[in-house]
């Protein structure tokens, strides 16, 4: 009875810490209700508490990724979830580019490829509440929006994306220890499409340009909505299967209750 109760012990031990080792990348979110940015009919949304990766997914991970599982290689990947841009700036399928650095961010990945790497890492996609709850937070505040030094900021970033340029983690972590929500990519959210922004349509072709032109942002009354409608003009002009340069993603993982 006693080595079986020993037994029970240690394998609750070990199962801690490989939770420990899945998470030490991760950050505590505590959940709460706040009011998102959705335009004038906005109401007050509810987040649970969730972890959220500390930095965006970079090319070096979803090598390893590819390499586990070749179905999202390039040249493998089915046309149904990628388009002709899926990554692009790789050199072959298991191999990026010269001119990429693995600690960047990875970029031109699909929504679908995105998910499939979150999946597989035990986690998912945040939601379009949590990307944007964790997102209105600076340094010192977890609600920054109504400070203009935040939205300048953000704006300045908007009028010139850039990716690959830049490292994971040179812009300063925000109040709950995450980097880089803003000032390095756009990232995919799992409920990307759930929000449908009027305006012009867009065609698949340049989708780069097309998409950064804001037109849903004409009814945006200061800095803080217009660059909350610059969001949300992009993620409901976007289809699960493009690619683009700027957008990557990062995971979060459910608080089992």
């Not at 080792?21 to 979110?29: L, R, T, Y």
């Not at 399928?93 to 979150?118: G, H, M, R």
């Not at 012009?200 to 660059?227: H, I, P, Q, W």
Request: charged share 25%; proline share 3%; with cysteine.
């Amino acid at each position: 009875m006693k080595t079986q109760a020993f037994r029970l012990v240690f394998v609750l031990l070990v199962f801690q810490t490989m939770l420990y080792a899945q998470s030490e990348d991760m950050v505590f979110i505590k959940g709460s209700r706040y009011l998102p940015l959705y335009g004038r009919d906005s109401t007050v949304v509810e987040v649970k508490d969730f972890e959220m990766d500390i930095y965006p997914v970079t090319n070096a991970e979803f090598v390893d990724f590819v390499k586990r599982y070749p179905k999202w290689e390039k040249s493998k990947a089915l046309k149904l979830f990628t388009d002709k841009s899926y990554l692009t700036n790789w050199k072959s399928d298991q191999e990026l580019k010269a001119s990429e650095d693995p600690n960047s961010p990875v970029t031109y990945i699909s929504w679908f490829a995105a998910k499939a790497y979150c999946e597989c890492q035990g986690k998912r996609l945040p939601t379009v509440d949590e990307w944007e709850y964790v997102a209105m937070s600076d340094e010192t505040t977890k609600d920054a929006r109504v400070k203009a030094s935040y939205n300048e900021q953000i704006l300045a970033w908007y009028e010139a994306p850039r990716s690959n340029e830049n490292r994971i983690g040179e812009n300063a972590k925000n109040v709950w220890g995450v980097h880089d929500l803003h000032g390095l990519v756009w990232e995919w959210t799992l409920d990307f499409n759930s929000v449908l922004i009027t305006g012009e349509s867009r065609k698949d072709v340049d989708k780069d340009s097309n998409l950064f032109c804001g037109s849903a942002s004409v009814n945006a009354t200061d800095l803080m909505n217009y660059a909350a409608f610059m969001r949300y003009a992009i993620r409901g002009s976007l289809k699960a299967k493009y690619a683009m340069k700027n957008l990557g993603f990062r995971c979060v993982k459910d608080i089992n209750q």
